[in-house]
């Protein structure tokens, strides 16, 4: 509901009491040294186009434990997904083409299904936030048989740096896929925009 035009304020105590308003324009600050207590059974919403922000430094209190803003953002980061399909050949409605040629965000799985042979594909790997791990592999098909087993598929940085296993920067990540087992590589960003390899079958190659 928008500000009672009768008001001058910004922020106004509401007629009949039951609520204190902040206008358009308006804030709600509670200054140094002092605090918001929050019955049992309250709530606080934030509907539709509302934000909620936390500045640098700020400490999020958790059960009589303080959270910092870095290792929350780590929390948030993660982003526990599901995992996500890419094939090589023709999408069906529970599936992405591989021709989208980014890792989705919001997945921690990217299955990379070779159901048509492919020798020179591109998997971008973009920015990201510090704490996020997501596994890529290429599985064959859905029952888990490389019916096109000379598939290749090339992950490249893009916005971001990759790092191998021993710190090294580089640029793609090639993907060889097998007739006897998956190829898998698990990315960790271990800053923001920093990919680095945190584990992998022996079927990759770096440059």
Known sequence: MAQDATYITKTYHEREGDRYVAGSGGTLAVESGGSMLMADSTTINIIAGGALSIEEDAVLGLVGEDINLTDMRHLLASEWGTAVDLVTGT?????????????????????????????????????????????????????????????????????????????????EIHLETSTDHDTWVILKAVYDDVWAVAGSSLDITTT
């Open 91 to 171: 999408a069906t409605a529970t599936e992405s083409l591989l021709a989208d040629s980014n890792v989705p965000a919001n997945v921690r799985i990217a299955n990379i299904i070779a159901a048509v042979s492919m020798s020179s594909g591109s998997l971008h790997v973009g920015t990201c936030s510090a704490g996020r791990e997501v596994l890529i592999r290429c599985i064959g098909d859905k029952t888990g048989t490389f019916t096109a087993d000379n598939t290749s598929v090339c992950l490249q940085a893009s916005g971001c740096i990759m790092l191998n296993s021993v710190g090294g920067a580089i640029t």
